[in-house]
């Protein structure tokens, strides 16, 4: 399937590695031009290195905290015109309700549910003067059904759910559109930070962690950063311009809901 993508400009956040690259990699293979954006200098500069030479797209690599105001600047200043954003950021630390204080729900707020919508501001409105523009924000599947040991993470993103369904009925109609994605368990480094906390908490190995955690997964394994990044694309193509302000599981099934 053609979707649509080639020649369009697409910032991608946090993407040297995990599920942002597996984004990153699938809209370039759909022909975009991307702005690549990670913390980590040398694993983002060997990501656009790769990107370019096995798609042939125009790749340009920020290294900067997309979670900071001087960060999202740096992106931004490079960004340019852009047609699609994908917004992605590390998730904040596990852990219990009496473990966190108003510093730690401060900062997960600013990573995961502020940066992004400051992301929205600065790019959605070009989007709507040129009359097509897609976001995909990268949440959890938390946002369907909490989960105990995130709820750093469940109060953030549940915050930036509840904007985008407003926000994402406002700017429809100037062609842009706005969506959510919800990863469940995947083979990311997160994954297996999770599985270590696990692992920990349960005194088991890390690899029997994993069984376990497969065993809730009625796919029965850990989904991949390229289904994942292939589903994102699909969310950015001409064929999804009538999906609106949803929130898309990626999950393997793991979340039991009628909606």
Known sequence: MDLGLKGKRAVVCASSKGLGRGCAEALAE????????????EALEATAAEIRSTYGVDVV?????????????????????????????????PGMWQDWEREDF?????????API??????????????????????SQSVKAPIGV???????RAGLTGYVAGTSRQVAGSGVNINNLLPGIHATDRAVSLDGGVSKAQGITVEEAKVQRCKTIPSGRY????EFGATCAFLCSTQAAFIVGQNILHDGGGVNATF
């Open 30 to 41: 759909a022909g975009c031009n991307l702005v690549l954006n990670a913390r980590g200098a």
């Open 61 to 93: 690599a920020v290294a900067a905290d997309i979670t900071t105001e001087e960060g999202r600047a740096a992106v931004l200043k490079a960004a340019g015109e852009v047609d699609i954003l994908v917004n992605n950021a590390g998730g904040p630390p």
């Open 106 to 114: 401060i900062k997960a707020l600013d990573a995961n549910m502020l």
């Open 150 to 156: 995130l709820g750093l993470s469940n109060s953030a």
């Open 223 to 226: 989904g991949t950063a390229a």
């Open 118 to 139: 400051a992301m929205i501001k600065a790019l959605v409105p070009g989007m709507m003067d040129r009359g097509w523009g897609r976001v995909v924000n990268i949440t």
